[in-house]
């Protein structure tokens, strides 16, 4: 920073001999100041064009510059020394240190308080600077200030000067200077203004204005995520401070659920509301399938009225239908959904049973606690841990019918660890005294969470600052922190150890803001910092800051590299997708050649693959169960569990400051896993019912089905695990057990029809990808559905021995008893040896139509299915209804007298014969294996 400046001559206090007010003053031009500045970038940053340099020609000043410092990572120190140190060499003595919050105000008056003698004998001072709060009620000590030519350090926040009404900004004072405003004379004096976390709120238009009313010589700007860059001076970035040792390392130790699935959560996703019509929401919710599998997503939008398990497909939600959609408060009201059943759950809430998470997370915080005090106190470290909590009723009682979850989770996990470990139960006194919570509270006496009301208890934050040096002495009982948002940006502690957020949602989640609560580089009982060696062992790390969320390491490493994103403005993040031009889906039309269409040839080929069918189905009841009994009896459902999986972070990404402008990427290094068994909540179920009714069978056939497998005593216990899921489990089996049996009983016969010709229309808009087929097709271009059918067109157009390729249209449909249609990909008409071509195509010579009979006769009919795969049988490819479907297909092409050809087996066809041939990846698996002719001609 003084490099900045370099060629400023000392400032004497003489200078302003008999002058009102004593100002800072800088005379270089902005030339000089260009000069040092690049000078500055090409010595601090790695990449010198990081500077952002901006200096108004002719009117350098108010000259900005941007210091970037990780949290954690000595910020206020940092300014503080540069304060002494502009004071050492230019003689400047006015300093306004502007901050958006009481509590960073009173976390800057401290570190004032602690540093002032280190400060001033590091820079050969007699005594510290002098420094004050700024008091509205005691302006004489703000005049001064003003008129001193002491050096002087000034703490306010930004709120005390931002409104005209405050009384900095009130004319006509009896007790003002030279008839001005307090803030017009403060203006005089040229301060040098020191922005903490600026991006809290000053940079809006109004605080903006201000600040240029303040008249500043320059405004030094110091945070970890800079809004605004203007001359970026210096860069610390995360991953530097870390590979440095400058914060904790950090490890996650993850708890998740698993096998959760039909479960009774539910989460508010998002709110539409407009003047024209009602609210409407979208439930995060177990949504089924048609197939009856469960995913979490979001709901279609729901309205008042609507019932949960209509919208969802699943009965585990009969009990709740959305009563009123609405924003609960007066002003700053939430989104809120009140359900009939009483439950409300506003946006961005989860409601469902997380007990059992909570208490999961708990568990393994006390427990690592535990493990690092025992560590810590033979080195005089006092361990500390937060827990940041999703809401305030949660934890203190505000309710006496209704005991606070997290405490009471929280009371039980410690009794429960500290007497395992010590052979002891703890006292309830032992268990209150370990506890800290600091929640705002209103004048009415209410506590709350909301961001504005703690803002403006003064007295609430002074309290928890004042106390946070005394949490480090180990004989202050106080261990573990509860706070909800009160202890956020403004406040850390060198000794939080251990963070666990319980929350009920990840989506407002910030885990910089989280994490940096606990990045300090911890203190002894002497309040000096301790640092680990450079050479210790991975694990065995005084400085290991330990994060427990309810989330898996892969959701909080892409949201902190997002927030790292969002904060740092990486130079290299991606362009925006888009679908071809400015977004506009390309548009294709396809001409059918009607010389081809038109021949005898084609009309043939047509009739031949075009007959229609109808089918019957017989099966018995009594087989189907027989059949699915003994897959029932096999049903094994996993127990709804927690899951805690350690993962150390090595390495937070490159460093964004490189020429190559690489993204944040976190390394994490996984350590191991542990599970255990979690206790869930479930609707009500009418097992036998249910079954019936996902499954056609009578109630009489799902009563035995249920009544012979629950007999065994393990399979009922599987049941009582999860009866969502094993219900989903019998569903899938017993209709396995009814497609077998369909598929045994399924007939086709011809039924005399034919698909008229006229489903093959003269022109085709589409907006499906399309690909050229100049040689043999039908049309100009084939429509496709997939990279594999616009290979396998390709492939087939360049094929001498193929006379017409047709895309089957959509209006070409086979009948199946699955509940829909099937439409094959490809229909293909091949020469037989020693005839002339069709009309229409390339090998037709001499243009002269061939007799239709003959045709029919001689030419090869193929209608084929493409797919991923040439396997009918890889489910991982395939859906069970495209399996189906082509199985139902083949009975079908059977009855019109075609030969099967299933995964590409070999296959020799004789002239006029048909085959139908599913499924194939590629043209040229199709043409393996297979004969076209008397193979001995």
């Not at 007010?21 to 690049?38: D, G, I, K, T, Y």
């Not at 038109?598 to 007959?611: E, G, I, L, Q, T």
């Not at 459902?637 to 976190?666: C, H, V």
Request: net charge neutral; aromatic share 8%; charged share 25%.
């Amino acid at each position: 920073m003084l490099e900045v400046f370099a060629g400023t001559p000392p400032q004497r206090p003489d200078f302003w001999q008999g002058a009102s007010v004593f100002a800072n003053q800088c005379p270089l031009r902005s030339e000089a100041l260009s000069v040092n500045l690049e000078a500055v970038a090409r010595k601090f940053l790695k990449d010198p064009t990081a500077l952002e340099k901006s200096i108004v020609p002719n009117q350098p000043f108010p000259l900005e510059l941007c210091i970037e410092m990780e949290t954690g990572t000595g910020k206020t120190l940092v300014y503080l020394k540069t304060i002494y140190a502009l004071q050492k060499h230019y003689g400047w003595s006015k300093f306004i240190i502007v901050v958006p919050s009481v509590a960073i105000r009173a976390g800057v008056l401290s570190s004032l308080q602690s540093f002032g003698r280190q400060l001033a004998d590091e820079h050969q001072l007699n005594a510290p600077i002098s420094h004050f709060e700024y008091d509205s009620a005691k302006l004489n000590r703000l005049k001064q200030f003003i008129t001193s030519t002491e050096p002087q350090i000034m703490v306010m926040t930004l709120q005390s000067f931002s409104a005209d009404d405050r009384v900095i900004n009130r004319p006509g004072r009896d007790d003002a200077i030279d008839g001005k405003t307090w803030f017009q004379a403060l203006a005089d004096c040229h301060p040098v203004v020191v922005m903490d976390e600026p991006q809290e709120g000053m940079d809006t238009e109004n605080a903006l204005q201000r600040l240029v009313s303040l008249n500043p010589l320059a405004k030094l700007r110091y945070s970890a995520t800079h809004a605004v860059i203007k001359n970026r001076v210096f860069r610390l970035a995360p991953a530097e401070a870390y590979a440095q040792g400058l914060v904790k390392k950090i490890e996650v130790l993850s708890v998740t659920e698993k096998n959760d699935e039909a479960t009774l959560k539910i989460e508010l996703a998002e709110v539409q509301a407009t003047d024209a019509s009602a609210p409407k929401a979208k439930l995060r919710l177990w949504i089924r399938n048609t197939k009856g599998e469960f995913a979490w997503k979001d709901s279609r939008w729901l309205k008042k009225g609507d019932p949960l398990a209509k919208a969802s497909n699943n009965i585990s939600y009969a009990d709740y239908t959305i009563e009123r959609i609405y924003k609960k408060g007066l002003r700053s009201g939430i989104w809120t959904v009140l359900f009939a059943n009483g439950i409300e759950l506003q946006l961005n809430q989860r409601a469902g049973d997380m007990a059992g998470l909570f208490r999961a997370q708990l568990g393994w915080l006390i427990q690592t606690h535990l493990e690092k005090k025992a560590k810590l106190a033979g080195q005089g470290i006092k361990c500390l841990s937060l827990v940041f909590i999703d809401k305030v009723d949660n934890y203190l009682a505000t309710d006496a019918a209704t005991p606070p979850l997290i405490k009471t989770l929280f009371e039980e996990e410690y009794r429960r660890i500290v007497s395992t470990q010590s052979g002891r139960e703890p006292t309830p006194q032992e268990i209150h005294a370990c506890q800290g919570s600091y929640f705002s509270r209103t004048k009415s006496g209410d506590y709350t969470d909301r961001a504005d009301s703690m803002a403006a208890n003064a007295e609430i934050y002074r309290r928890i600052l004042h106390d946070k040096e005394g949490l480090l002495k180990l004989d202050d009982p106080v261990e573990f922190i509860f706070s909800h948002s009160a202890l956020g940006v403004g406040w850390d502690n060198p000794n939080i150890f251990n963070i666990a957020t319980l929350n009920q949602s990840y989506s407002e989640s910030k885990k910089r803001q989280e994490i940096g609560r606990g990045l300090r580089i911890c203190v002894n009982q002497s309040g000096q910092r301790v640092y680990d060696a450079a050479g210790v062992q991975e694990g065995e790390e005084t400085n290991l800051l330990t994060v427990i969320p309810n989330e898996t390491y892969a959701t909080f490493a892409r949201q902190y590299q997002q927030q790292v994103e969002d904060d740092l403005g990486e130079r290299s993040a991606g362009a925006k997708l888009r679908e071809n031009h400015k977004g506009q889906r390309k548009h294709n039309t396809l001409q059918r050649r009607d010389e081809l269409f038109n021949s005898a040839a084609f009309k043939s080929f047509w009739r031949r693959m075009a007959r229609t069918t109808r089918y019957t189905v017989s099966f018995s009841e009594d087989d189907i169960v027989n059949e699915a009994l003994p897959k029932m009896a096999e049903i094994a459902i996993a127990a709804y569990q927690a899951e805690a999986t350690l993962t150390r972070i090595k390495s937070l990404g490159d460093n964004p400051n490189d020429a190559a402008g690489q993204e944040y990427e976190l390394q994490g290094v996984w350590q191991g896993s542990e599970t255990q068994t979690l206790q869930a909540r479930f609707a009500p179920l009418d097992l036998a019912e249910e079954l019936s009714e996902d499954t056609c069978l009578s109630l009489r056939a799902t009563h035995r089905l249920l009544f012979e497998v629950l007999q065994d005593p393990v399979r009922a216990a599987h049941l009582l695990r999860n009866p969502q899921r094993f219900l989903q489990q019998a569903t899938t089996i017993v209709k396995n057990a009814e497609t077998q049996a369909m598929l045994r009983g399924l007939r086709y016969e011809p039924d005399g029809g034919t698909l008229p010709l006229d489903i093959l229309q003269a022109s085709i808009n589409t907006y499906k990808s399309v690909v050229r087929t100049p040689n043999t097709g039908l049309y100009d271009y084939a429509m496709c559905d997939s990279d594999k059918e616009i290979g396998f067109a390709v492939q087939a157009d360049r094929d001498p021995q193929l006379l017409c390729l047709l895309k089957l249209p959509d209006g070409y449909k086979i009948a199946t008893p699955i509940g829909t249609t099937y439409t094959p990909d490809f229909g293909l008409v091949f020469k037989a040896r020693n005839r002339s071509a069709m009309p229409g195509s390339r090998y037709d010579v001499n243009g002269a139509a061939e007799d239709a009979a003959e045709a029919d006769d001689n030419s090869f009919v193929f209608v084929v299915e493409v797919k991923g795969t040439n396997d009918l049988d890889d489910r991982a490819a395939l859906t069970e209804d495209e399996r189906l479907k082509i199985l139902c297909a083949e009975k079908h092409f059977k009855a019109l007298g075609f030969e099967t050809r299933r995964n590409g087996r070999a296959l020799t066809l004789l002239p006029g014969q048909g085959a139908f041939s599913a499924p194939h990846a590629s043209y040229d698996h199709f043409k393996t294996g297979l004969t076209l002719g008397n193979p001995s001609t």
